[in-house]
């Protein structure tokens, strides 16, 4: 039974729902077996404003791994307003982004002048255990701790934002994120658009208002996840970006909640994905369009040639379906392209980009089923733990997982029972997306290759194949929707 049709047949107004504790005990009594498992409690659509592109697109300033992090209240000037916003250092929504060799050693100092707890969770990276910034591992406001980890990786675009428990979608949401940029000598070889031609992207959806950037969810946008009416991309509403007929290179990270965006060319150019979360794909793949789920990352080459000066190219997103009551429904605008010159490019795109091996299923020792529960009501008037995996909320001191370190195993994600899209990540590991049944029912071109977090839509099943390291300790993985991730659909595996 939908929200809709069930409101109406039981006679409870919006306003009757959460009015009284009986009514809620009422909702709280329809548990798992009942009719509030098979119910959409999902919010609605959240419509967006398109700008008027108008404001150049900032690129954030690129540091080191020997870095200073502050995470502090500040104001940044957003289509033209100044903006109370949190940030990695002064007068900026984003912090800068950090670009190493593969194979450096990192030491990132985090300063919390934040009135609360934080930290800093390095989304992406293989790091030890204690520098991953679980949910526990926070600084009190006013200290400071130094983030130490060798960058033993492939190249790839990772990022980095806070991850304390029940704060990090709103601390998040507020400003607090960056990009984490490594390089080797695999992706150098291939000569691909840099410098000024290669672009990144953090894309974003926000609530601004006169005091600042707004966070505070109902009940329906902790179901859904809390997605904005504004666009930004790199911290600026509906930019522009100038560019001249030839390749660039766009390294994207959907750094929103809760919102996924269906990204494509308004002139219907390929995108030509050569990497994601994990780094290069083997072979590039052409697209007219892809999801692009929250904290997920793409690789894309563009060709602008062909095109004349002053014609303009939007990157977009586009309708999708099957993604719950409150995904897909509107079509907009989120980056505009502005042809400025006509030049000769000779950079043609590689066939082949990388060369890793696939992981066999047989190579797994162990098979972790892990069910996606359709939302759920606690009793009382404690609306918490609608999000459960396997019928459990996050809870600091169980392990839910033993893993063997240096062991192969298969994960199993099924939300075929479930009515909202859910983007898993898992700290601490890459891994290979094997099987997707239900729902779309096959992998997208974007999920070859090495990915951190996968989208599994409602109806789908997903099994993904982990070869675990020898990194351990204990580590969590959750939905990306972050305000599902606060409302406790977290879980931790300890790597022994």
């Known amino acids: ?73 500040t ?32 030491s990132i100092n985090f300063q919390n002048n934040l009135s609360e707890k934080s930290n ?32 033993n ?35 150098a070889a291939l000569n691909l658009p840099s410098g000024i031609y290669e672009i990144p992207l953090v894309i974003q959806d926000k609530r601004f208002s006169s005091s600042g950037i ?45 919102r996924i965006y269906n990204l494509a060319l308004s002139n ?33 080459l563009v060709n602008f040639a062909g095109l004349t000066a002053g014609t303009e190219v939007f990157l977009e997103s586009k309708v999708f379906n099957n993604a719950g009551s409150a995904q897909g429904k509107q079509g907009f605008k989120i980056l505009k392209f502005k042809i400025t010159q006509t030049v000769s490019d000779s950079f043609t795109a590689p066939a082949s980009l990388s060369s890793f091996n696939t992981v066999a299923p047989s190579s797994s020792s162990k098979t972790r089923n892990f069910i996606i529960n359709a939302m759920q009501m606690s009793g009382g008037m ?8 396997n019928g459990k909320t996050y809870e600091k001191n169980r392990i839910d997982e033993l893993v063997a370190a240096n062991t192969t195993e298969i994960w199993v994600f099924d939300n075929s029972q479930g009515d909202e899209p859910h ?28 990915k951190d977090t996968v989208l599994v839509m409602p109806g789908e099943i997903v099994k993904i194949i982990i070869p675990f390291s020898t990194l351990t300790g204990v580590f969590v993985f959750h939905c990306h929707n972050l305000e599902h991730e606060d409302d406790g659909m977290m879980l931790q595996y300890q790597l022994t």
């Open 153 to 187: 990786q492939r190249a790839g675009l990772s990022w980095y934002h806070p991850h304390p428990d029940r704060a990090t979608a709103r601390q998040a949401f507020q400003g607090l994120a960056g990009l984490f940029l490594i390089n080797d000598a695999e992706e």
């Open 423 to 450: 983007p898993m990540h898992l700290h601490g590991v890459h891994f290979q997306v094997w099987e997707r049944s239900g729902g779309r029912g096959q992998l997208i071109p974007s999920e070859s290759g090495w």
């Open 1 to 73: 039974m939908k929200r809709r049709k069930f409101i109406k047949k039981s006679g409870l107004g919006a306003s009757s729902i959460f009015a009284g504790s009986s009514v809620v005990s009422f909702l709280a009594a329809c548990g798992k077996g009942h009719m509030m498992d098979k119910m959409n409690m999902g919010g609605q659509p959240v419509s967006v404003k398109e700008g008027n592109f108008n404001r150049l697109l900032p690129i954030p300033t690129t540091v080191t791994g020997n870095a200073t992090l502050t995470a502090q209240a």
């Open 214 to 258: 707004t966070y505070s969810p109902s009940m329906g946008e902790v179901m859904s996840g809390y997605m904005g009416e504004t666009i930004t991309v790199n911290g600026e509403v509906s930019p522009f970006a100038e560019v001249t007929t030839r390749f660039y290179r766009l390294r994207m990270l959907n750094g929103s909640n809760a």
């Open 268 to 300: 219907n150019a390929d995108l030509i994905i050569i990497g994601n979360d994990g780094g290069l794909l083997k072979n590039p793949s052409n697209v007219k369009n892809i999801l692009l789920a929250p904290g997920e990352r793409l690789d894309v």
């Open 120 to 151: 800093i969770h390095w989304h992406g990276l293989k790091i030890p255990a204690k520098m991953d910034g679980h949910p526990e591992d926070v600084v009190n406001p006013g200290n400071s701790f130094n983030y130490q980890f060798n960058v």
């Open 382 to 389: 404690n609306m918490t733990g609608m999000h459960r995996i």
């Open 75 to 106: 104001t940044a000037t957003i289509n033209g307003n100044n903006i109370q916003v949190l940030g990695y250092q002064a007068k900026g929504l984003l912090g800068p982004t950090i670009r190493v060799n593969s194979n450096v050693n990192a």
